[in-house]
């Protein structure tokens, strides 16, 4: 039996995922979350297989979610399951310690592959995201400006772009402000822009907030 729990803000996409994989005797939903505050407890309080988490969520995202659930089980798959396309997020998500990046479009039967694979110990790669990771490691300048960004990088350019002023960008990451400041530089020169709006409009425009 494969253990699973459900991190998503959706109370409708929890209960439908639950409900699919109630028709796989393989498959068992023993926990649910609606953030990643949640998605941390139940790592703590569960022996899960395989954990799938939403990106975007409120109090703390999947992205800073990731890291602190892998600090707690760094043997854990963790399934990423989005609505933002997957040139978007899943790089960084992979380098981060994710076992599989899923869009929220797929076919349900593409999950239940994905979980199962997971659970096994493997990662779970379609074959965009595998065209992504080759990119990045012939350092195709093709890419988008923002997936040349490092993961620290790539944490401060979302986090600005929502609006979040330096003093909370560096509570939140344990950063100095003074750091916070030459990682704002750095992001503007990197993707050739000049202010904060430019950061929240590239953001929007790219789908990496809403």
């Known amino acids: 039996m ?15 995922l639950k ?23 139940i790592v703590r309080q569960h022996a899960l297989d395989v954990l799938i988490m939403d ?6 995202s999947g992205l800073d979610a990731l890291p602190l659930v892998k600090a707690k089980a760094p043997d854990l798959g963790v399934l990423i399951f989005s609505t933002h396309p997957q040139e978007h997020y899943a790089v960084n998500l ?25 659970a096994m110990g493997k990662r779970y790669i379609s074959l965009e995201v595998a065209d992504l990771l080759a990119q990045q490691l012939s350092k195709d300048t093709s890419a988008a400006p923002h997936e040349q960004l490092s993961e620290r ?12 002023s330096p003093s909370d960008i560096a509570d939140e990451l344990a950063l100095s402000i003074k750091t916070v400041s030459t990682y704002r530089t750095r992001l503007l ?8 709006s430019d950061l929240t409009y590239y953001a929007l425009k790219n789908g990496l907030i809403n």
């Open 2 to 16: 494969i253990k699973v729990g459900i991190v998503d803000d959706h109370a409708i996409v929890r209960t439908g």
């Open 189 to 196: 020169e990197k993707l050739a822009l000049s202010t904060n």
């Open 55 to 60: 990106v975007s969520m409120p109090e703390l």
């Open 19 to 41: 409900e699919f994989f109630s028709h796989h005797v393989d498959l068992q939903v023993v926990a649910e979350g609606a953030n990643g505050k949640e998605a941390i407890d």
């Open 94 to 118: 992979i380098r981060q310690g994710a076992s599989g990046y899923i869009n929220k479009d797929s076919d349900p039967e593409e999950i239940v592959k994905a979980v199962r694979m997971i």
């Open 153 to 164: 990088e790539f944490q401060v350019f979302i986090r600005l772009a929502q609006g979040q």
